[in-house]
């Protein structure tokens, strides 16, 4: 319902007047996180479109870990429900590149949500993979495979087994 009443243009439109003000920020967050945690629910995704660029630009100069936690799990989310369609759309406002440099966080719960994230987003077409490959996730996941986490190890297993679905190309990478 909140939704459907604007609310996705409303939050974008606080943060961008107020981005200076990290608790503002932290809570838009948080937000945005609790109406995209259950993609099921979610009516129609031109309600949450407006939502995407704020992501991403959260993704690239926010430092709060909880706000970088959040953002990606709310992309996490997004891409898990297929019937969403969110991939592309994300990968066309440039969500790739930042979300890569999320790989090597200092924060394990941010690595966490962010290799989630990617391994959903390579379950695409291969046009899709090659976007996060030009972003220069190969690299990045590279020491994640030595992780000491269980969830990051089998995620970015996931996401390695993903790529090398992908064409004989991208598999010789």
Not at 24 to 52: E, G, H, Q, Y
Not at 115 to 134: E, F, M, P
């Amino acid at each position: 319902m909140l939704l459907v009443a604007g609310l996705a243009p409303a939050v974008v439109s606080a943060v961008s007047n107020f981005y200076l003000y990290p608790s503002l920020v932290n809570n838009a967050t948080w937000v945005t996180a609790n109406v995209c945690r259950a993609p099921k629910s979610i009516p129609d995704t031109n309600t949450i479109k407006p939502l995407l660029p704020l992501l991403v630009e959260l993704l690239r100069y926010n430092k709060d870990d909880d706000v970088m936690k959040r953002s990606c799990r709310v992309i996490a989310g997004l891409t898990a429900a297929k019937s969403l369609g969110m991939t592309e759309d994300l990968l066309r406002i440039g969500v790739g590149a930042p979300l890569v440099e999320q790989l090597a966080h200092r924060s394990v719960a941010v690595v966490d949500q962010a290799v989630r994230s990617l391994g959903n987003l390579l379950s695409g077409d291969d046009a899709q993979t090659q976007v996060l490959i030009d972003a220069g996730i190969v690299p990045a996941l590279r020491p994640l495979l030595s992780c000491d986490n269980y969830h990051i190890c089998k995620d970015t297993l996931r996401a390695v087994g993903n790529i090398t679905a992908g064409n004989r190309e991208q598999v010789e990478v």
